[in-house]
Every structure is written in structure tokens, then in C-alpha cells.
T-cell receptor
Framework: DAGVIQSPRHEVTEMGQEVTLRCKPI?????LFWYRQTMMRGLELLIY????????DSGMPEDRFSAKMPNASFSTLKIQPSEPRDSAVYFC????????????FGSGTQLSVL | QKEVEQDPGPLSVPEGAIVSLNCTYS??????FMWYRQYSRKGPELLMY????GNKEDGRFTAQVDKSSKYISLFIRDSQPSDSATYLC??????????FGQGTRLTINP
């Protein structure tokens, strides 16, 4: 299995631009998570989906952030408009959620908003 | 008070030493206790997983959970330079509500 695949690996954009991060979970996993990691705040859960349905988006910082999961093999996290304080590493993770609560993370997207 | 507290280090030890990493937590309802290892510019990878309390051993790694003290530990025996990474504890009631520690940056010196 190729594991969780995220793209792009790096994204540099200017303040005010729209940013879209992409994730392909492990085949067969029924839950998908978006995390953000910064030095100051560590790893924070933004949103998670179960069977393609958003279950908890309480971690989404504000309305500029949105996430979708149109099918079991693809999810996007969009920031519009982007701000410098959004600069961080964004991770996608997936899980089977069958009582075995293990998360499998992608390699992340390093986002820099100038 | 944070739900999960972890000393960020950094921690530097010589090769072959025993390493002790730990976290404290505040919510007695937490039942899942995990340790993730994160190499530079990589995503976290699951290292140890414990449900409820007790000890678990896997090769050179031992995870301990003390629910009465709300304290978990990860021990690394015969540490190797390849163990140099950031170690994050993750604690919660399930994968959907895991709370991660800040991570401890560990360096093993040859």
C-alpha cells in the first residue's frame, strides 16, 4: 500500500490567494483527518470525516477554512483567502476505525503564506 | 491547563543509553495511549499503542501507562542514532479525539 498521499509537498503563496491541499487516504480506511502542525501549537485536529461525512469541524479556525470529501479516496482542504498566520505543515491522516484507533499520516504539505 | 503535557526537550543522549520520555494528562476518561515518532520533514508514524493501562514491549521500546497518576512513559533501550526524531504522545477516547503532546525532540549522539 502506498500509504496516505498528500499534494503538493510544498506550497508558497501570497496573502489573499486561495490554497487547496489534497489528500488520498489509504484504500479501505473509512475515516480521514486533517491536522495542522506549528511550533507554537503543536499538532491540532482541524476536521475529521467518517464515511465521507464531516463529523467534527470544531477545530477549523475560521470560515476561511473549508474541507470536502467527495468520495472515499479523495479529500481537499481549502483556505480562502490565505493569511500569513496560516503558514504551517498540514497533515492528512486516515484510519480504519474498527476499534483499532491507529492513525496513518501522510508526509504533509508545508504551506508558506507571504 | 493543557489536556496533555509533554516536555519539548530537546533531549540529547549518547548512543546505547536508555531514554525515558513521558507525558501527563488530565482527563481520566482517556483510554487510548499512543506514541508516534516523527522524523524531520515527515509525518508522524505510530510507534506504540496501548488501550487502557499496563505495559507493552516491542523490541527496544517499552510503553507504560499509569492511569492512577495520569502518566505515560516510553522507554528506549540501547538507543541508536536512527532513533533521533521527535516523539509525540497521543492520548484520548478514540482516534477521532486524540490529543497530541507538543513532542520531545530526541538526539542520539554516536
Amino acid at each position: 500500500d502506498a500509504g496516505v498521499i498528500q499534494s503538493p509537498r510544498h506550497e508558497v503563496t501570497e496573502m489573499g490567494q486561495e490554497v487547496t491541499l489534497r489528500c488520498k487516504p489509504i484504500s479501505g480506511h473509512n475515516s480521514l483527518f486533517w491536522y495542522r502542525q506549528t511550533m507554537m501549537r503543536g499538532l491540532e485536529l482541524l476536521i475529521y470525516f467518517n464515511n465521507n461525512v464531516p463529523i467534527d469541524d470544531s477545530g477549523m479556525p475560521e470560515d476561511r477554512f473549508s474541507a470536502k470529501m467527495p468520495n472515499a479516496s479523495f479529500s481537499t482542504l481549502k483556505i480562502q483567502p490565505s493569511e500569513p498566520r496560516d503558514s504551517a505543515v498540514y497533515f492528512c491522516a486516515s484510519s480504519l476505525m474498527d476499534g483499532n484507533e491507529k492513525l496513518f499520516f501522510g508526509s504533509g504539505t508545508q504551506l508558506s503564506v507571504l | 491547563q493543557k489536556e496533555v503535557e509533554q516536555d519539548p526537550g530537546p533531549l540529547s543522549v549518547p548512543e546505547g543509553a536508555i531514554v525515558s520520555l513521558n507525558c501527563t494528562y488530565s482527563n481520566s476518561a482517556f483510554q487510548y495511549f499512543m506514541w508516534y515518532r516523527q522524523y524531520s520533514r515527515k509525518g508522524p508514524e505510530l510507534l506504540m499503542y496501548t488501550y487502557s493501562s499496563g505495559n507493552k514491549e516491542d523490541g527496544r521500546f517499552t510503553a507504560q501507562v499509569d492511569k492512577s497518576s495520569k502518566y505515560i512513559s516510553l522507554f528506549i533501550r540501547d538507543s541508536q542514532p536512527s532513533d533521533s526524531a521527535t516523539y509525540l504522545c497521543a492520548i484520548g477516547r478514540g482516534a477521532q479525539k486524540l490529543v497530541f503532546g507538543q513532542g520531545t525532540r530526541l538526539t542520539i549522539n554516536p
